[in-house]
């Protein structure tokens, strides 16, 4: 655990772990719906000026780490889905324009 986290509060810790996960899966979820790779999300988000390692992504993906914002931003443009939906699992999957709510 990085030096930083270290004297949080375990709640905040715990709640960050469950959101990771939540994100990830969310992630994978439509990702594989759409049928892409990791390597091919990963390319388009580079085409975004977005660079992310495979490392990274994998982390992202399985939970150990949250995406940062310029990360959720390229991801959500990419998977075509909601910011609510890809944070919060809120709505369907894909976006939906403010004229169709």
């Known amino acids: 655990m990085p030096k930083r986290m270290q004297d949080l509060p375990e709640e905040y810790l715990t709640h ?3 959101l990771a996960r939540a994100i990830g899966e969310r992630i994978r979820l439509r990702r594989t ?10 390319a388009r988000m580079e085409l975004a000026h977005v ?4 490392t ?12 940062s914002a310029d990360e ?14 890809l944070l919060l699992g809120g709505e369907d ?3 939906k324009s403010r004229v169709d709510r």
């Open 16 to 18: 960050q772990r469950t």
């Open 33 to 42: 719906a759409l049928d892409l790779t990791q390597e091919h999300l990963r």
């Open 51 to 54: 660079y992310m390692s495979r």
């Open 56 to 67: 990274q992504y994998s982390r992202i993906e399985n939970g150990d780490a949250l995406p």
């Open 72 to 85: 959720l931003i390229v991801l959500r443009t990419i998977l075509g889905v909601s910011f609510d939906w």
């Open 93 to 95: 999957g894909e976006k």
